[in-house]
């Protein structure tokens, strides 16, 4: 079994089981800034039966700035269509967080 997972962050750590009082704290990017700075992060979180009584979860991170996302053809529209689109459904279930306002400034500004 498995599923994928998709976030923005500004946070490079791969790794970030909870939040870290110690981690750094990044200014909020001014919205040309956005596509340098923010990341889409992607989860592949798997479950796989080794026998009856054991299971192996794993979880592979890729991420990549979103300049390097929207060089792909199709994404900028995308990402418009996901956060800009007909009632803006995923912002309710992705939590950008104080990065909400920066990304969709900067995808309001893409158009």
Do not use: C, Y
């Not at 500004?10 to 009082?21: K, T, Y």
């Not at 750094?24 to 080794?50: A, G, H, K, S, Y």
């Not at 009856?52 to 890729?62: L, N, Q």
């Not at 418009?80 to 279930?93: D, H, P, Q």
């Amino acid at each position: 079994m498995w599923r994928l997972n998709w976030e923005l962050w500004d946070d490079p750590r791969l790794s970030q089981p909870w939040r870290n009082e110690e981690a750094q704290i990044f200014d909020l990017p001014p919205p040309n800034l956005v596509p340098e700075r923010v990341l889409l992060r992607v989860e592949r979180q798997t479950m796989r039966r080794l026998t009856d009584e054991t299971i192996a979860f794993s979880i592979r991170v890729h991420q990549r700035p979103l300049a390097d996302v929207i060089k792909q053809p199709g994404a900028l529209l995308q990402l418009r269509s996901a956060f800009l689109g007909e009632g803006g459904s995923i912002l309710a279930s992705k939590k950008l967080g104080s990065l909400r306002v920066p990304v969709l400034e900067w995808l309001a500004g893409t158009g």
